[in-house]
């Protein structure tokens, strides 16, 4: 037995299933929980961010409180209020305390409005370098300006870090003018503590922003330097993730506080830096791409995804500040992604473990599907020997064993039930064997079958079949039938509604029908359920019905869908049979109209497809009868009959594209119509001409009698030619060389065309007319055989050496010669060599068109039966030249069908119907000339089939005596009536 292997074992999908919900369990559970940490990390994150905003805000908001009192009590003491320096000074130790314990306090100053200036700052290291010698060790710088009597008086003075003065200078060209400065003409417009932008120091080259207040009295203003280098430490002290970004930011992006505050001044002048300066791609891809504004937000740069958010800070309601933090999500969630490939390490580790498990149990329950499948297959294979008997410990596994083991016994019945049914040829014997089997597959009781007579529209009961009664029995219920099976049927309601199976259960009662009580008398049963099943086929269309008798607990217990499985199955059977009827008899109508329709082409070869296929059969049954002699062992069988009805039929087919104008040519100058008409006219207007003559002559004095006697002896000779032309045109007569020579001296005779030939002519009659036209008036000959008479060919690949179908015949080099002395020259008939080639061509189209046809097996010799029947015996025939001894015995009695026929058709135009002696002498010369079959002549002869077909189909004064002991026949084995054989 085959194997074969299709998609995955069940005991690999059931181990897949456990190792996959616990992988599905357990990335699940780490997807969960690297969601929820995710989650959490970045909620945590988020209030990171807040804490940090409100820690900044908390903290400047401290230094301003602290520096807004500093600047209060600077006010109201001697530095604000002092009128000298003097009394400016007597505060330099507390301004000295004041920057030493804050840090960020870079200077404490004060303006006056006189242009005065006291000022006190830090000399950070990198201003060192540019101060004297004896000031290197200073910490401090105290600046002061004081104008007395219109003199302005500057001094440096620097101090160590214990406030000690160690220097100090002139400060000859330090031309400061508090004045004009922001802080104090902003102190000066407002009431309270106005703080500046941020800007950088220009002492120091720090960032940071200006305190100022102003004095009581509108005199001075005091001020702090307050740097912003501890927003930039804040920054730096956050806790956050690794690679975090917090930068302080105006409006105008301009950078407050970076957590790296050694980008923050620029190299070339003192100047805010924007933060695209910083050269940072997460804070420039921001920048580009979101408003400043209060926002949460996320982005993808660089294959990172990143977090951010921006939030506002105000300082004292001082201007609006933007904190801005950007993390990168992989370290806020590095412990998240640790924490969700452990669950997935764990799940692998799991799945190791229970693998030998689930691959056990797995093997426990495949292994009956493994040999309930090998017993599927057997089914697979139509090998019903063996049972199916599997147990196993899962109750659906022993369910699917017990309905494998039904279905095969059900497949096994059908299989018996499709060869029974392929078997029969009959709707009767078919019939038969759909009830039986029926009867047998449902264990019924007992059924009846009705077909559908479409004409009547009913339904016929056709047989009742009862397999437990006796042979008499059954007579009398199948005799009651006749009337009783119809009643039953119309009482069961069935014919209402019959799209859907229906149970019909009966009751004995007093007025049961005779058939019912014998029913159930024959089964002896109580009561009768019918089930009524409609056979129809593919398109719903009735066929028939199937009656299954049973008892009422049969027909409860019965599956509907098996039911109308059988009757659909059933149903396709007989549907078969009557479409393989109806086809046959479409076939052969078919053929049938086609030759009618051939025949009706030309009403003179009306009947003749008709007439051939009735003489070849009569001379095949011939055949097939003798019981001695050469074909004591021809037979036919039935396929073979099928073939040579078919070519029967078929053998003029091709005629279908012959021109009626040649087949029905009944005289020489015929084409769509005769054309003596217009050799008529020329004639005419010749003896008109002679007339002109007579006339004009005597306008010129000549002699009347002379001139009468010239006329009338033309006229008389005119008269004498068309009519031996008119009789030339006939055909009936052999055309001797004396009067082809008399029709070409007439030919000689001219006449005057002064019309253009070329006017109202169709684009094809043109191609034939020459390239230049004749100059008007011109003489042309009363006969004549022009070039456009000659019309050239288009079939010559049908005809070509080597063509596909093996043609050989003589081609004529013009398809149509339509010259009149060409045509009247025709020595016999009135066809010329290119007439009789189209009319011979008929048999090439018919070997083409059948051909084409997709010609089962059994009927593939119809073309060369059927396309043969003009060969001869000597291989000189058309259209292959194949000797007819080589051609099937079908095919030689098909020639002699064409050749009686053509011979005693009474249709023909050009011929006069022959009389059976006479057609029966040609065909004996057509035999000595070896054209057709002797041994086929003899027993068309002996059999009488010649005789038989002239009393069906010829007129009493065709039909004569045949002396058929001329033709070498023993009158003892001759079958034709004794009356009509004469010795």
Not at 28 to 40: D, E, H, V
Not at 321 to 350: C, D, G, W
Request: glycine share 6%; charged share 20%; proline share 4%.
């Amino acid at each position: 037995m085959a194997s074969f292997k299709q998609g995955i074992a069940l005991h690999i999908h059931i181990t897949g299933l456990f190792v996959c919900l616990i992988l599905v369990c357990g990335l699940t559970l780490a997807g969960y929980s690297y969601s929820q940490i995710s989650k959490l990390i970045i909620e945590a994150s988020e209030e990171v961010f807040q804490r940090a905003d409100r820690e900044i805000e908390t903290n400047v908001e401290s230094s301003y409180q602290k520096v807004q009192k500093i600047l209060g009590l600077l006010s109201q003491g001697q530095l604000g209020q002092g009128s000298n320096l003097e009394q400016r000074h007597t505060t330099f130790a507390q301004l000295w305390q004041i920057i030493q314990v804050n840090p960020d306090m870079n200077a404490v100053y004060a303006g006056y409005d006189s242009g005065d200036f006291y000022y006190l700052s830090k000399v950070h290291p990198h201003q060192k370098q540019l101060l004297p010698q004896a000031a290197q060790t200073a910490n401090y710088l105290l600046t002061t300006v004081e104008h007395q009597q219109n003199k302005r008086q500057v001094w440096h003075q620097y101090y160590n870090e214990q406030g000690q003065f160690v220097y100090g200078d002139e400060g000859r060209r330090y031309d400061f003018d508090p004045r004009l400065r922001p802080w104090y003409q902003g102190a000066m417009a407002e009431d309270g503590i106005t703080i500046t932008e941020p800007y950088i120091f220009n002492s120091s080259q720090l960032l940071g922003i200006t305190l100022a207040l102003k004095v009581p009295g509108d005199k001075a203003v005091v001020a702090v330097d307050f740097t912003l280098a501890s927003l930039s430490a804040s920054l730096a002290n956050r806790d956050l993730p690794l690679g975090s970004e917090l930068v302080i930011l105006d409006k105008q992006a301009q950078v407050i506080a970076y957590q790296d505050p050694s980008q923050l001044v620029g190299n070339n002048e003192p100047a805010l830096i924007h933060v695209n300066e910083l050269n940072n791609e997460a804070l420039n891809y921001v920048i580009n791409h979101y408003e400043i504004k209060e926002q949460e937000f996320s982005f993808d740069l660089a294959g990172e995804n990143w977090l951010g958010n921006i939030s506002l800070l105000t300082f004292s309601n001082q201007g609006d500040y933007y904190l801005m933090v950007l993390t990168p999500t992989s370290e806020l969630l590095k412990n998240a992604h640790q924490i969700r490939n452990n669950a997935v390490y764990i799940a692998i580790f799991i799945i190791i473990l229970t693998l030998p498990i689930a691959w056990f149990f797995s093997q426990l329950i495949s292994r009956p599907l493994k040999r309930l499948t090998l017993e599927l297959q057997n089914i697979k294979n139509f090998d019903f020997t063996t049972s199916i008997n599997e147990h196993s410990i899962v109750s659906e596994v022993s369910e699917l064993a017990s309905v494998a083991a039904s279905m095969k016994n059900t497949i096994g019945q059908f299989q018996q039930l499709s060869t029974k049914l392929s078997a029969h040829q009959s709707l009767k014997g078919l019939l038969n064997s759909v009830l039986m089997e029926s009867v047998a597959m449902t264990k019924a009781k007992g059924g009846m079958i009705f077909t559908y007579e479409a004409e009547a529209q009913a339904y016929q009961h056709r047989k009742t079949l009862l397999p437990c009664c006796d042979y008499k029995q059954g007579k009398i219920i199948e005799k009651a039938s006749i009337g009783g099976a119809d009643k039953l049927l119309k009482q069961s309601g069935f014919l209402i509604n019959p799209k859907q199976v229906l149970v019909s259960q009966h009751k004995l009662s007093q007025d049961s029908s005779l058939l019912e009580s014998l029913l159930k008398e024959a089964l002896n049963i109580e009561d009768i359920a019918i089930t009524w099943v409609k056979l129809s086929n593919r398109n719903q269309e009735p066929l028939g019905i199937l009656a299954i008798i049973e008892s009422p607990d049969q027909a409860t217990s019965h599956e509907t869908s098996f039911i109308e499985a059988l009757s659909g199955y059933c149903g396709l059977a007989i549907e078969s049979q009557l479409l393989l009827t109806e086809q046959k008899e479409l076939m052969d109508s078919f053929i049938e109209l086609i030759a009618s329709a051939i025949d009706s082409k030309s009403p003179y070869t009306g009947g003749h497809c008709s007439r051939v296929p009735e003489i070849t059969q009569m001379l095949a049954h011939a055949a097939c009868s003798e019981t001695s002699g050469q074909y004591q062992d021809f037979e036919l069988n039935q396929e073979q009959w099928k073939e040579l009805h078919i070519a029967s039929w078929l053998h003029d087919c091709g005629k279908i594209t012959t021109p009626e104008f040649v087949v029905d040519k009944a005289t020489k100058l015929e084409t769509i119509y005769n054309r003596i008409h217009e050799i008529r006219m020329r004639f005419e207007l010749l003896k008109a001409q002679a007339h002109c003559d007579y006339w004009q002559g005597m306008a010129k004095g000549q002699s009347a009698t002379q001139l009468a006697q010239v006329r009338d002896s033309l006229l008389k000779q005119l008269d004498e030619e068309f009519a031996f032309v008119a009789k030339c045109n006939i055909g009936s007569e052999y055309m001797s060389p004396e009067h082809s020579q008399r029709l070409a001296l007439i030919a000689q005779r001219t006449w005057t065309r002064t019309l253009d030939d070329r006017l109202g002519l169709s684009k094809e009659e043109m191609s034939r007319k020459p390239s230049a036209a004749s100059t008007l008036p011109t003489t042309e000959y009363l006969l004549a055989d022009k070039v456009d008479h000659l019309v050239p060919r288009d079939d010559g690949i049908l005809t070509a050496p080597g063509n596909p179908w093996g043609f050989n015949m003589t081609v004529p080099e013009y398809k149509y010669n339509r010259g009149e002395l060409h045509n009247l020259s025709i020595q016999r008939g009135t066809l010329t060599a290119e007439d009789r080639f189209i009319i011979n061509s008929h048999i090439v189209y018919t070997t083409v068109m059948l051909s084409k046809l997709a010609l089962p097996q059994n009927l593939k010799n119809v073309p060369v039966i059927a396309a043969s029947h003009h060969e001869r015996m000597d291989g000189t025939g058309y259209p292959k030249k194949i000797p007819a001894g080589e051609l099937p015995l079908t095919a030689r009695m098909m020639m002699i069908a064409d050749v009686f026929e053509a011979l005693t058709a009474s249709d023909r135009p050009y011929k006069e119907a022959k009389t059976l002696s006479e057609a029966i002498k040609i065909m004996s010369f057509m035999v000595k000339d070896n054209h057709l079959d002797s041994d086929l002549f003899e027993l068309f002869l002996r059999s009488g089939v010649y005789l038989e077909y002239a009393q069906m189909y010829l007129p009493d004064a065709q039909i004569d005596l045949v002396q058929l002991a001329d033709y070498g026949i023993d009158m003892t084995l001759a079958h034709a009536p004794a009356s009509l054989i004469t010795v």
